[in-house]
Antibody, heavy 122, light 106 residues
Framework: EVQLVESGGGLVQPGRSLRLSCAAS????????MHWVRQAPGRGLEWVSG????????VYADSVKGRFTISKDNAKNSLYLQMNSLRTEDTALYYC???????????????WGQGTLVTVSS | IQMTQSPSSLSASVGDRVTITCRAS??????LNWYQHKPGKAPKLLIH???SLQSGVPSRFSGAGSGTDFTLTISSLQPEDFATYYC?????????FGGGTKVEIK
């Protein structure tokens, strides 16, 4: 069974940093692109970032470009999101999701983890 | 690429046929996917590439369309189908979702 388990969320002040992790199991992690998707309170889903199977291709939403960094450790079956210069509008439930293939082309998300909550507040 | 869903919410009864529309700001061929999201749960893939039913998803769900206009249809609404539904384009590597359609009990 494919499982994705996020961790690392919490309460953080504006301007500070936080690192999210996603532990993957049940599939060949090396072969797949991975993504982060978030949902702010009362809002819809927003794709944040994606990384190809070998980390050679990385894409970010404009809202986080230059502040967030996605990375993938195939040896540890883990996905990460380093979030710097956090803003109150980054407050959201952050989901890790497996891409449908190895590249960032024509990706859909299946499955998703349960999410980790990030709250940015002073 | 902007994705626009309509309606943003709807009320329906068990057994009703429900159709949700998703429109892309430019042609995305058939690179359109649909998800179901219930409160406190992980989103679930229903349909990929516009009309391919994901394994394990009931056949009352169907998707259609290409280019800029797409639909998700639930042929006979069941109690477990009350949720929010999202479309997502995968034509561009900058992936985007529609705003969501909340399906509520009438």
């Amino acid at each position: 069974e494919v499982q994705l388990v996020e961790s690392g969320g919490g309460l953080v002040q504006p301007g500070r940093s936080l690192r999210l992790s996603c532990a993957a199991s049940g599939f060949t992690f090396d072969d797949y692109a991975m993504h982060w998707v978030r949902q702010a309170p009362g809002r819809g889903l927003e794709w944040v970032s994606g990384i190809s199977w070998n980390s050679n291709n990385i894409v970010y939403a404009d809202s986080v470009k230059g502040r967030f960094t996605i990375s993938k450790d195939n040896a540890k079956n883990s996905l990460y999101l380093q979030m710097n210069s956090l803003r109150t509008e980054d407050t959201a439930l952050y989901y890790c999701a497996k891409g449908s293939g190895g590249t960032l082309v024509t990706n859909w998300f299946d499955p998703w983890g349960q999410g980790t909550l990030v709250t940015v507040s002073s | 690429i902007q994705m626009t869903q309509s309606p943003s919410s709807l009320s329906a009864s068990v057994g009703d046929r429900v159709t949700i529309t998703c429109r892309a700001s430019q042609s995305i061929s058939n690179n359109l996917n649909w998800y179901q999201h219930k409160p406190g749960k992980a989103p679930k893939l229903l349909i990929h590439t516009a009309s391919s039913l994901q394994s394990g998803v009931p056949s009352r769900f169907s998707g259609a369309g290409s280019g800029t206009d797409f639909t998700l249809t639930i042929s006979s609404l069941q109690p477990e189908d009350f949720a929010t539904y999202y479309c997502q384009q995968s034509y561009s590597s900058l992936l985007t979702f529609g705003g969501g359609t909340k399906v509520e009990i009438k």
